[in-house]
């Protein structure tokens, strides 16, 4: 249900229905009205909240529409069991419930084709078509968020007309209320009518589509990011978006499907979404040379079927999981990874990935990641516990959450000398398993116990001054931000937001400072003792890298990123394949302490951070930072932007070979035509057979 309120406006709701029937069977208008208004106003508030149990009454069959109808057909119901069956009054219910539903149609009609008309073929973000085509403002929210709701719920002037008539046996006031519902719903319909003709409506698909080649004809993008996936995936491309920010060629990103478009983060660089495959094979994409791919998926094929450019996979994350060695990524030109151990990964698993196509580039996405100074003096020790998901399938060795998870939180809320947890799992995290989901719950449960059993403990003292000023000032930032990220911008639908969505650079970067302020009053607004829970975008796991002393997870890029910082870290063997042989398989943990499922070894990673000269896997890390994320200078953006310039090259001089072949091909075909009839022309030139000797 999402909360104790809406699990009562459920059963309410659920109830209602039930007592509806019994008022109307008694019958008893006072009930009936009483029954009637808890219905409206349950799922009113179960709409507003977007609860699940109104999607789940939709799929069987009990959905709105019929929520009403059966609320008015209980009425007529009423009306009879009073013996009005011959008054005016039933015959004007029976009327004005059969109008009513009359007008649903077009109104419905007329909605769907407002939305249908305002979805845009191709969907932009910083792309200047404002310029080229004429897209008019949205129709009023109020007309078309939640219209059927709004719609069906214009039956209560006529609901309450007629059971004021039914009480007090005057006809009139229940016409008063007929005639509101009739004529509102009415207004109604009639109000959407301007909006699917005329200048209301955008453009074509085909002026839309020219206007965009018009814009890639006058930019010419020459690297673009390209993305397809679930919602869920967005962070994959997200996470490449400073990356592409800081290019020394112009970039471009293209999506494939709203949902991303959506949850993409704000960026300077334009982007386009063009949900369909033969729209984005038509697009004018000829100054591109290089692509880059941050996931393997099917509709990877429309781009990869381009042969003018270059196809890069760069995937969302640097692991020793399999996906990293998918056999897919033979398809593309060049596989770009962290360091030397990518290269050797894809040399081991012989997937068919050549290894004069690997290219080690670093990971411009670990610059924020600071390094490891040692715990400052006075400040309790943090470890962050940061599992990945269960993935696709029930292998043992995804995640710590099922087997180890509780073990390895229970070891550090009651480690002595004392450290702080912070825990933060993958968002993924029981998105498949009800066995993980209900894991993360109870780890959740221990670290808020936790943490407020610590609050209660008198042998951590709190200043809460200087935490109240950290809140005000979050308080601050927080309002600041979203006065800058234009909160009312939210009810734009897409063919505004396409035509509006120029990011203004100097808010961007206001905004990139606030987040910074925003992350540094949010560490300081709770003790450094507190044990957190910490889910949601922000802060990052990157912030919460920088003020961690130690980390604990599984096999993911977490612990390759993690690497970068320098810190002590363990990395659970969950699959209980033993320290050697999971070290043998797994290049990342080579310089990590290896957890069983019990956890018993976590007083080997407490140590080394409590003592930094006494850790004997410092010198490990070091190596295995340079084998995993490559060196550190040049700077791996450099590096980046130099594998960008030399495929480009590559896919330019491909390009010219093309084009010197086909000219001379057609010279070769011209001479041909040109010979004399039932002459044969050599390669050399030279002729012979008739016309000879």
């Not at 999402?2 to 209602?16: F, K």
């Not at 990356?243 to 020394?248: A, G, W």
């Not at 990590?592 to 409590?610: K, P």
């Amino acid at each position: 249900m999402g909360s104790a309120a809406e699990l009562a406006a459920a059963v309410l709701m659920v109830a209602g229905f039930p007592a509806l029937m019994l008022a109307a069977l008694v019958p008893s208008v006072p009930a009936f009205a009483a029954a009637a208004a808890v219905t409206y106003l349950a799922d009113h508030y179960l709409h507003r909240k977007g609860s699940y149990l109104i999607n789940r009454l939709g799929k069987v069959r009990a959905g709105l529409s019929i929520r009403f109808l059966i609320r008015q057909l209980l009425l007529v119901l009423l009306l009879a069991r009073l013996s009005l069956a011959d008054n005016l009054i039933y015959y004007g219910a029976i009327a004005c419930f059969i109008a009513f539903y009359g007008l649903q149609a077009p109104h419905g009609a007329l909605v769907q084709l407002i939305r249908n008309r305002r979805r845009m073929p191709v969907a932009t973000r910083n792309v200047d078509l404002k310029s080229r085509i004429r897209i008019p403002d949205a129709p009023p929210r109020r007309l078309l968020h939640r219209s059927a709701e709004k719609m069906l719920h214009l039956d209560l002037f006529a609901v309450v007309g007629i059971l004021l008539a039914a009480q007090v046996k005057s006809a009139l006031v229940g016409f008063v209320g007929i005639g509101i519902t009739v004529a509102v719903a009415t207004l109604y319909v009639v109000a959407l009518v301007p909006y699917v003709r005329g200048r209301k409506i955008p453009p074509n698909a085909e002026r839309v589509l020219a206007a965009v080649d018009d814009w890639l004809g006058e930019y010419k993008p020459e690297t673009v990011l390209y993305f397809s996936g679930s919602k869920d995936s967005a962070y994959q491309v997200n996470m490449w978006l400073d990356t592409m920010e800081n290019l020394d060629s112009k970039p471009l990103i293209i999506l494939r499907e709203r949902a991303i478009l959506n949850n993409l983060a704000p960026t300077t660089v334009p982007v386009i979404c063009v949900p369909g495959g033969v729209h984005l094979m038509n697009m004018d994409l000829s100054t591109v040379r290089v692509a880059l791919y941050a996931a393997n998926v099917g509709k990877n094929i429309h781009m990869l079927r381009v042969p003018t450019i270059k196809h890069v996979f760069i995937g969302h994350g640097d692991s020793d999981k399999l996906a990293s060695v998918n056999p897919f990524s033979k398809v593309y030109d060049e596989v770009w990874t962290a360091g030397r151990a990518g290269r050797d990964r894809y040399a081991i698993a012989d997937v068919g990935v050549r290894d004069d196509d690997i290219v080690e580039v670093g990971r411009p996405q670990l610059a924020p990641i600071q390094t490891w100074q040692g715990v400052p003096g006075g400040r309790i020790p943090t470890v962050l516990y940061a599992p990945t998901w269960e993935g696709w399938d029930d292998n043992p060795g995804n995640t710590s959450i099922l087997l180890a998870g509780e073990n390895i939180v229970r070891r550090l809320i009651t480690a002595d000398p004392p450290v702080r947890v912070l825990y933060k799992p993958h968002p993924f995290t029981g998105t498949r398993s009800k066995e993980a989901k209900a894991a993360h719950q109870r780890i959740t449960a221990l670290v808020r116990k936790a943490a407020a059993e610590r609050a209660a403990d008198s042998r951590f003292a709190t200043d809460s001054a200087a935490q109240a000023q950290a809140k005000a000032e979050l308080a601050r930032i927080e309002a600041r931000i979203a006065q800058l990220a234009g909160t009312g911008d939210k009810g734009r639908d897409e063919a505004e937001a396409t035509r509006d969505g120029q990011v203004d650079v100097a808010r961007h970067e206001e905004v990139a400072r606030l987040r910074a302020e925003w992350n540094d009053a949010y560490w300081r607004s709770f003790p450094t003792w507190e044990h957190r829970v910490i889910t949601g975008s922000e802060p990052r796991l990157y912030d919460c890298f920088n003020v961690s002393d130690a980390m604990v997870s599984d096999i993911s890029s977490v612990v390759s990123d993690f690497i970068a910082s320098g810190k002590p870290y363990a990395v659970t063997d969950s699959a209980e394949l033993g320290a050697e042989e999971f070290k043998r398989n797994n290049t990342a943990v080579r310089a990590a302490v290896i957890l069983s499922n019990s956890a018993a070894e976590l007083g080997e990673l407490l140590g080394a951070v409590r003592d930094p000269a006494a850790d004997p896997l410092a010198e490990d890390r070091k190596e295995l930072k340079q084998y995993l994320l490559g060196p550190d200078e040049p700077a791996s953006i450099d590096q980046f932007n130099t594998a960008v310039a030399n495929l480009a090259i590559k896919a330019e001089t491909r390009n010219v070979g093309q084009e010197s072949r086909i000219a001379a091909a057609t010279a070769d075909a011209e001479k041909l035509a040109n010979a004399v009839p039932g002459q044969r022309v050599s390669s050399a030139g030279d002729t012979d057979g008739v016309g000879t000797g």
